[in-house]
């Protein structure tokens, strides 16, 4: 892709005249923060377009099959795809642009014009973007490459005070937004319809979720950047898992981070075991776990509004990576049962069958979600609202003079 293309669309759209027009971004499968605040915005009276935009056919056709508006971005469609960015008010994302757009450099160019809005994906104890220069090489493109497509949103959604100086660093962005992730509103309320798209388990699941008899524990570990030696990466510790569960008459469910997008199907492994592929949307499930385990992924903050316990890797800072888990990113608040491989199962015998920490988590999560959980979205449909009038106004503005 040769620069002069590059450097005119994102010329071109900064120029353009926008249209009221939405597009949303999200990951390789219709999940996470952007699936919930488009649904919430299509089921809303309003004066503006909104449209999911996905590099993935079979996303598109499932979205099709339920008359939800998106748009394929492919080779056979970049022009129209380019006509369409270039004319777009808002771009809300909720990872990395660079991977809902394939990196794609021409396509990130013409939605330069755009307001760009990133409702991330969860409350962080990694060092993210900006602030994982001083640890990774900046001159490697593929690192570059993401920094810069994140580091351009013009605001970026914060779930608490605590947080903002950790999101204004990370991304650049002088506006910072207070509000609920919208995926966390289905652990607080029963979710509809449209948002079981890509939530879709197989009935052997579905019923081990159901059966009341035994306990529910979901394993979740982080996405690793590079190999990793923790005891969570092992397949051991995953037979010990399940072994402990089993003893304490509860069920395993296996679920990997997203990225892994090609991690094999959703399956029982064993009647007690349960992989669940990384890309299914979860979180309409979620308030049926009645113990979350993990290394130190973002999931578990989430998890805190089921009211249910955490498990998670007793790791210090620098034993693992430089630059993560790095908990002093959060407040410094107790909140889940810390575990080694030599305690792992009498933490999780604890935390099942003696639970003590439920105030501590209570305490953690009011520090960490500011506003009711349950109104992320509606809040959120009013950002839209305001950042496609002032986009289109100001795209209109201009002054005559005479001489």
């Not at 027009?21 to 004066?47: C, M």
């Not at 508006?69 to 492919?74: A, D, G, K, T």
Request: hydrophobic share 40%; with cysteine; aromatic share 10%.
């Amino acid at each position: 892709m040769s620069n002069e293309i590059i450097q005119r669309l994102a010329s071109l759209s900064q120029k353009n005249r926008k249209k009221r027009r939405v597009l949303f971004f999200g990951r390789e499968e219709f999940s996470d923060n952007t699936k919930y605040l488009f649904l919430h915005a299509l089921a809303q009276e309003k004066d503006f377009e909104v449209i999911w935009c996905s590099t993935q056919p079979e996303l598109i056709n499932k979205l099709r099959q339920h008359d939800l508006p998106c748009h394929l971005i492919n080779n056979e469609t970049s022009l129209e795809c380019i006509n369409l960015f270039l004319s777009a008010a808002v771009a809300v994302f909720s990872v990395n642009p660079s991977q809902s757009l394939n990196g794609d450099e021409a396509l990130f160019a013409s939605l330069q014009g755009a307001r760009h809005i990133q409702l991330w994906h969860g409350v962080s104890v990694k060092h993210l973007l900006l602030k994982l220069m001083p640890h990774m090489d900046v001159l490697s493109y593929d690192f570059r490459r993401p920094l810069d497509f994140a580091s351009r949103a013009d605001c970026v959604l914060s779930t608490s005070s605590k947080l903002d100086d950790f999101f204004n660093e990370s991304f650049a962005a002088r506006r910072i937004i207070r509000a609920g992730y919208p995926r966390n509103e289905v652990l607080v309320r029963e979710p509809n319809k449209h948002e079981m798209i890509g939530s879709e388990l197989p009935e052997a699941l579905l019923q081990a979720l159901k059966n009341k008899r035994r306990k529910k524990i979901l394993f979740a570990p982080t996405w690793q950047r590079g190999h990793s030696d923790l005891i969570t990466s092992s397949p051991d510790f995953l037979m010990k898992l399940i072994q402990a569960g089993d003893r304490l008459n509860a069920d395993i469910f296996i679920k990997s981070h997203p990225i892994y997008v090609e991690a094999g199907a959703t399956r029982a492994l064993s009647r007690q075991a349960f992989y669940i592929n990384p890309c299914t949307d979860l979180y309409p499930w979620m308030s049926h776990f009645d113990l979350l385990v993990t290394d130190y992924s973002s999931i578990m903050f989430d998890f805190l509004l089921t009211g249910n316990p955490v498990m998670k890797l007793k790791i210090e800072l620098n034993d693992h990576r430089s630059f993560e888990p790095d908990y002093s990113l959060i407040p410094s608040l107790d909140f889940a049962y810390d575990f080694t491989e030599e305690t792992f199962a009498s933490a999780m015998r604890q935390a099942l069958l003696n639970d003590t920490m439920r105030p501590e988590r209570q305490a953690m999560c009011d520090e960490l979600f500011e506003t009711d959980a349950d109104k992320a979205c509606a809040s959120l449909f009013n950002l839209l609202s305001h950042e496609v009038d002032a986009c289109v106004a100001g795209g209109q503005r201009f002054t005559v003079e005479q001489y």
